[in-house]
């Protein structure tokens, strides 16, 4: 599975963007999508996750209202929603692919869990 992430950009603190992950090589309708985040410095951080079906979905603390995850299995892709977003959401975002479902462990939250990695699409919010 090939993951390319795609919408990034510069904007402003209270804007929106809507970051897309495309897959190719072979369907992921199977497995669910996870966001993580890498600032410099910081290790990479778990942003959301949307389970194979998108019955189920799971954020971070930090985005929990801002961000919506979504997708659509007929054309490979998956969405991250990001509104109202602030400085501190700076960072690399990648899109990945993995066997695991949502679960209250917290195992969706580790980026070791996951299969496939697309290459990041850098967000920069100024204030």
């Known amino acids: 599975v090939q993951l390319q992430a795609s919408g990034g950009g510069l904007v402003q603190a209270g804007d929106s963007l809507r970051l897309s992950c495309a897959a190719s090589g072979r369907s992921v309708s199977l497995y669910s999508m996870g966001w993580f985040r890498q600032a410099p410095g910081k290790e990479r951080e778990f942003v959301a996750i949307i389970s194979w079906s998108g019955g189920r979905t799971d954020y971070g603390d930090s985005v929990k209202g801002r961000f919506t995850a979504s997708r659509d299995n007929a054309k490979n892709t998956v969405s991250l929603q990001m509104n109202s977003l602030k400085p501190e959401d700076t960072a690399v975002y990648y899109c990945?692919?993995?066997?695991?479902?949502?679960?209250?462990?917290?195992?969706?939250?580790?980026?070791?869990?996951?299969?496939?990695w697309g290459q990041g699409t850098q967000v920069t919010v100024s204030s």
């Open positions: 990945a692919a993995g066997r695991l479902v949502p679960s209250r462990d917290g195992y969706h939250y580790r980026p070791s869990n996951y299969n496939y």
